[in-house]
Structure formats: structure tokens, C-alpha cells
């Protein structure tokens, strides 16, 4: 091995050792001793709603519905934090994080809606009840300590050092059925996990709200007002920070044989950067909405869905369509991530690995759509998913 290459790798350790100090200093003393500096002769306000978004700079769909509610009420006071972790670093970091901490001393709740090393390693105060709406439904491709020792995981070792779900009292899933996914997964014990529901599927329950988002994918294509729309929706490969869309749609291809009858809408998971390109003189057929619309617009106004390892198919199936799934790399994520099911069995559509059988599988909704397995799809892990989610979540907060 030659000289450089030495000096490279003793470099990489040196690095990889100052990220392990750093990180142990931050959130084993630092941010916790901040935080009883801020917590320290101050009361906590008996209606403060703190929504703590990890990741994104606005406050991501999980929350909206709750929020609405909980201010139209009038009886919180509602404060938001953006500590866009994995997306931001060093001091600007540090300072996000210490901003978040500050409000999350006087609060009586702290609503988040994913994986939260930060709100794991502080001492919250007793008053305090940390509530996790998270951000998918259903149970599907592994995460947290289910993934642990995988490619995509973490070590175990590590996870029992920086836990994630820490300190939490209330998470909200879509059924009993998928209770003990997220117990393994979060490492919590029972009475923690609870079927109230997910919040933001309320919307899906309320038709003006449906019908006026079909009107918004409109005015983005509107030669979809004429055609079914097939929305196609895969989840993101490799890891959150370097998130890849995936490119396995030849749109030439899919404008001859299915532009009679179909446009095609691409909407791609928000951690991805950079999205592939569709040819400007297909945009009568396909057009990449990722940035314009949200899901549920989408969801409200697609009639056929093509998604792989998304949980949002959990959603798409309260309106009771055809779905198919590509999953071309299905070896690969299995490795990758693992499933909490049989895949093979779960899915309620067929499953497809090349373009030639996708195209077939959607010429093939028209006439042998298992409407039936859909629906026993849906009652099963989305059944506590009925329009009253919201209400629930609040009642469960007024008794806490």
C-alpha cells in the first residue's frame, strides 16, 4: 500500500474519531445540561404545543391536521422548531437544536413525527408528554431497531448508546395489527404504541377536500382532466442524507402504448435532490410533480398507483384502486432494509420487475382488478383510519 493511501485512511480514522467525540459530547452533556438551564425556575405552560420537525423547513404534512385543529380551538399556544438534522451542521446545527430546546423547556407537549435522537437524550421534565405521530402508516419495509446490523441500520451497540425514540409516551399508528412492528422497531414497551390513528388520513374522509385536490393536479396538467391518471410514487434508495430517486421508467416508451387512455404523474420522496428528468415533449403525457403538489393531492386524484417499498400504498388504499408494484431491485432492498412481512404475500397488486410486465400489469387493471383484496388490505392495517383520528389524538392529550 503506498504511502498516501496510509496517510488517507489514518486520516479518515482521525475524522471518523473527532464525529464520535463530538457527537457523544452534544447529546450526552451538552445539549441535556442546556436544556435544565432552560427548564430551571420556569414553569411549564399547562397549553404549549411544541411540533418539532426534524428534518424539513416547514412543518410536513403528519402535522397539518392536527395543528389546524388544535388552533382553531384556540386553547394552545402553538410553537414550531426546524432543526433540519442530517441537513444542516456544525454550529448552525447546534443553534437550531438550542432554539428547539428553549421552547421545548416550558412545554407542556412536544409533537414529532419521526426517529428523535435529540428529544432521546434530554431529561424531560416530568410534566412534559412527548407524543410521536409518525410520519408513515401501516407497517412495511424495516427501520429502527429492526434494522439494526443491516446495511441500512445502525449497530445495536450504538442504538443502546443514542437511542431514538426516548422519553416518548403516545405513539399513534393506523391498526392494532402493526402495534408490535413499531414496538420492535422503536424498542418501546406495550401501552406506548397505541391504534388511535394517523392524523393526516382525516383528509382522505372529507370529499370537498378530495375533489378540490383533483382540481389542483389540474392546473398543473390539465390533460389529465380528460384521462386516468397513474401516479407513480417510489420511495428513495440508500440513506436519508444521500436519498437517489430511482430511474427505471423509459416515458417514450410508456406515451406510445398507454398515452390513449392514461397521462402518468411522478412524484418522488421528498429527501431526494436530484429527480430524473422527463423529455419536455412528453409533458402531454408525463410530468415529474414532485415539487408542486403534495401526496395527497396526488392520492386523492391518481386511479392507478405504481409504488415498490412506500408506505404510502397504507393510504392509497382507503380509496379502494388498483395498485402495482415495481419492485425491480427487490433482492438488493431486501438486503438492504428487510420487510416486516412477506412481500410476496403482502401486497395487495401484483408485483412487477421489468418495464415489459409493468406495462402489461396496467393494461390488466381494467379487466382483473381484486377490488376485495384491497379492501382486506385496508381493514386490516388501516382500519383505526376512519375521518376521527384528529379528535382522538386531542381527547387522548385533554386526559394527559
Known sequence: ?????????????????????????????????????????????????????????????????????????????????????NFIRGKEYTEAVKKMIEELATAKYVITDEASLILSSLPIREETVCINLWHACGAFKKWGRSTAEKKFGS???????????????????SSPEVIWAYEEAMNLPEGIVQPIGTSRTDLFYDEEFVN???????????????????????????????????????????????????????????FCQKLPEIPEDLSWFAKD??????????????????????SLVFEYSLFEKPMIFYAYDYDDYCDW????????????????????ELLAAIKDCETNFDKQRVIDFKEKFMGNCDGHATDRIIAWMKEH
Open 1 to 85: 500500500m503506498s504511502v498516501s493511501r496510509i496517510i488517507k485512511r489514518i486520516k479518515k480514522k482521525i475524522l471518523r474519531r473527532l464525529r464520535a467525540i463530538r457527537k457523544r459530547y452534544r447529546y450526552k452533556y451538552y445539549f441535556p445540561k442546556y436544556y435544565k438551564q432552560c427548564a430551571s425556575g420556569k414553569e411549564v405552560k399547562p397549553n404549549k404545543v411544541l411540533f418539532l420537525e426534524m428534518r424539513f423547513t416547514k412543518l410536513s404534512n403528519s402535522f397539518e391536521v392536527l395543528y389546524k385543529k388544535l388552533e382553531e380551538s384556540g386553547e394552545y399556544e402553538l410553537v414550531s422548531s426546524f432543526v433540519q438534522f
Open 155 to 173: 449497530t445495536d451497540s450504538e442504538l443502546d448508546v443514542y437511542p431514538n425514540y426516548g422519553n416518548l409516551d403516545l405513539v399513534t399508528v
Open 212 to 270: 378540490s385536490r383533483k382540481e389542483k393536479v389540474y392546473q398543473f396538467m390539465p390533460e389529465a382532466r380528460d384521462k386516468k391518471i397513474i401516479l407513480y410514487a417510489p420511495t428513495f434508495r440508500g440513506r436519508v442524507s444521500r436519498a437517489k430517486a430511482p430511474d427505471m421508467i423509459d416515458f417514450e416508451r410508456f406515451a406510445k402504448e398507454l398515452s390513449d387512455d392514461y397521462v402518468l404523474i411522478s412524484k418522488h420522496h421528498p
Open 337 to 356: 432494509r428487510g420487510f416486516y412481512y412477506d412481500y410476496s404475500e403482502f401486497t395487495p397488486g401484483p408485483i412487477v420487475q421489468t418495464e415489459d
Open 289 to 310: 410533480l414532485t415539487n408542486d403538489v403534495t401526496i395527497e393531492d396526488l392520492l386523492c386524484s391518481a386511479d392507478i398507483c405504481i409504488s415498490d417499498y412506500s
